[in-house]
């Protein structure tokens, strides 16, 4: 057995070594004005994507005789039950892609303001499919009320990324990995 007697105190875990270099806390992170505007701008989108779902909704009965005509030049044979079940699914399915968008903006802006650079990129992707889709409904028939919220839509997708390359805003991705190292 040892005559050594346990130290009284625990050992302080915040002095360095000798030869050590010191321990610090380093500093946050502040987010720049563009990562903010960018930020708000994505809950923007996520309040836009509930107002197209709706204009989707209040414009059924326009889009309802657009879809007659397209639907008649393909078969002129087409029944009503037909048009409706085809309108039916149409703002169902816009309803859930409305539902989805407000998901992925409010996520995308969760991330992006924490500085997640994985994030940027996932924003990128989520707006480069939206672009592509929208230019493929333009091509379809649909009010043009429809066609003017989708261009609104696609704008706000537009600035937010810009926003999201800005240099301060690269500054603020690569800090905010640094800090989580």
Do not use: C
């Amino acid at each position: 057995m040892s005559d050594q007697q346990p130290p009284s105190m625990p050992p302080e875990y915040h002095s360095p070594e000798p030869g050590q270099t010191p321990y610090y806390t380093p500093a946050p992170v502040v987010r720049p004005p563009s990562m903010d505007k960018a930020v708000m701008l994505m809950k923007v989108g996520a309040a836009f994507s509930v107002i197209q779902a709706l204009v989707m909704f209040l414009l059924k009965d326009q889009s309802r005789e657009l879809m007659i005509e397209e639907l008649r030049k393909r078969d002129p044979s087409v029944t009503p039950e037909t048009i409706d079940a085809t309108l039916n699914m149409s703002i169902i399915g816009g309803m859930l892609f409305a539902l989805i968008g407000v998901l992925l903006w409010l996520w995308m802006a969760a991330k992006n303001g924490q500085g997640k650079s994985w994030a940027r990129v996932t924003a990128s992707v989520f707006f480069a499919l939206n672009a592509f889709f929208t230019v493929i409904g333009f091509a379809q028939p649909a009010p043009m009320l429809s066609k003017a919220s989708s261009a609104v839509y696609l704008l706000i997708g537009l600035v937010v990324i810009v926003l999201l390359y800005q240099k301060e805003s690269s500054d603020f991705y690569n800090a905010s990995e640094r800090v989580l190292r």
